[in-house]
């Protein structure tokens, strides 16, 4: 039965990438799902369990296995209508609002940079298993205070419009937009929040934009011609290059200390880490039960501010651990979260409305275009699949202010305000 995952997913993706003749969208996401699935079969040959947030083994089950399936195709489909072979345009409604949200990126990323530099570079030259030790022993980030809090104020508010600005790089660049310079310096600030990420040894936002950028390179690859196409492979090749040896040694770090067989405990914590997000979804699914309804991660920002605003994560999974004897921080993909906090049905009915929205925000118009408007809204909804590989990355405030601005942006690219 644990086959059935990778099998499916390979199919899909094999189907989709042959009606599309390439890869596209949905087919990058079908076979991201494909490749954690094989990592679900080795953990079961080397019988990883109990360790490294994959929990004890239990028998997989078929409804686990079909819901799983179904669902995760549910939430990729709708995006097929985004077939790379076919569109030829992202129409800009308002140039100069792209350009002034693009300028005020680059100002976050560097204003950023500039107030995190000497913490960033005492963070590199540290211990990284011990940050991420005091990180996970005290479930608290990088604090300031004072002026450095005001001067951070555009990170806290801006830092995860990287996907934005990841879309506007490439909209310029394979529209002949801006010159090198510029494109280039959107890119970089594509990468504020992997600089708030360095300070607790993260490796979740340096996933995240990877995937992200790899997702936008096979959306835009048709439109652009070889030398575009250069453009955005060279700098991809150096911050991944950078990225991954952070990540191994990020890795390395957590895994290798007061360990006898470091090798084979670092190679098990990488299969562990890409794996289990179908065995632990299996075992939620057959031994989970939701005690309660909760809509504190999946809106995050209306109940911080306004419903329950001593709403804190660590709490709550304490709550759940109370209640149920299951620990919720392990990857069990987005759809994990859901069960958990909504229940299985409420799980099933997110997905259909989910699907449903994705698929009449995702057609194209009868010239092969779509406005940069109802784009925005679709790279947003693509994320939920796309970083819900290991749980629902919307639960967190800052995510929600991108959130709040993709949909204030949309809104505003859409509609013109006429003054008398």
């Known amino acids: ?13 094999i189907y989709l990438r042959k009606k599309h003749d390439g890869i596209d969208v949905s087919a990058f996401l079908s076979l991201l799902y494909a ?46 209508r985004l077939r790379s072979t076919s569109l030829k345009n992202i129409t800009i409604t308002k140039p100069q609002l792209m350009d002034f949200v693009s300028w005020g990126l ?8 500039a107030m995190l530099f000497s913490d960033i570079y005492t963070a590199l030259t540290s211990d990284l298993s011990e940050i991420r030790s005091m990180v996970y022993g005290d479930d608290e980030g990088h604090h300031v205070s004072g002026l450095k809090w005001w001067l951070l104020l555009p990170n806290t508010l801006f830092s995860q419009f990287s996907p934005i600005a990841i879309l506007f790089f490439y909209i310029n660049v394979s529209q002949s937009r801006k010159s090198n310079l510029f494109n280039y310096l959107l890119l970089a600030s594509s990468i504020t929040p992997i600089l708030s990420a360095i300070l607790i040894a993260g490796r979740t936002q340096i996933i995240y934009w990877l995937l992200s ?16 196409r250069r453009i955005v492979v060279r700098p991809f090749l150096v911050f991944a290059g950078a990225f991954v ?8 770090a957590r895994f290798t200390t007061n360990t006898l067989d470091s090798d084979t405990n670092t190679l098990n914590s990488v299969i562990a880490y890409t ?30 501010f306004v419903i329950d605003p001593g709403w804190t994560l660590k709490n709550y999974r304490a709550q759940i651990m109370s209640q149920t004897g299951m620990n919720i921080g392990v990857f069990y993909t987005f759809l994990g ?42 790279q947003l909804l693509i994320l939920i699949p796309l970083q819900g590989l290991f749980y629902y990355s919307f639960h967190r405030v800052d995510v929600g202010y991108y959130i709040i601005g993709t949909l204030l942006l949309s809104f505003f690219f859409k509609y013109t305000f006429k003054t008398r």
């Open 213 to 228: 950028y790899l997702l936008c390179f096979f959306l835009f690859r048709n439109q652009m011609n070889a030398e575009q």
């Open 106 to 113: 680059i100002v976050t990323f560097f204003l950023t940079l």
């Open 1 to 13: 039965m644990i086959l059935i995952p990778f099998i499916y997913f390979t199919a899909l993706f």
């Open 275 to 304: 794996g289990q997000a179908f065995i632990n979804y299996n075992n939620f699914f057959n031994h989970y039960i939701c005690h309660k309804i909760s809509f504190n991660r999946i809106m995050p920002v209306s109940h911080y």
């Open 35 to 80: 490749f954690m699935s094989f990592f679900a079969i080795i953990i079961e040959a080397r019988g990883i369990y109990d360790i490294n947030g994959v929990c004890e083994r239990t028998p997989i089950t078929f409804g686990a296995t079909f819901s799983y399936c179904a669902l995760l195709t549910l939430s990729i489909i709708p995006f097929s």
């Open 245 to 252: 040896l952070f990540f191994a040694s990020v890795t390395l």
């Open 337 to 378: 979260d859901l069960m958990v906090d909504l229940s299985k049905v409420g799980m099933t009915i997110f997905v259909l409305l989910f699907a449903g929205i994705s698929t009449f925000l995702s057609r194209q118009e009868e010239d092969n275009s779509i406005p940069i408007y109802r784009m925005l809204l679709v």
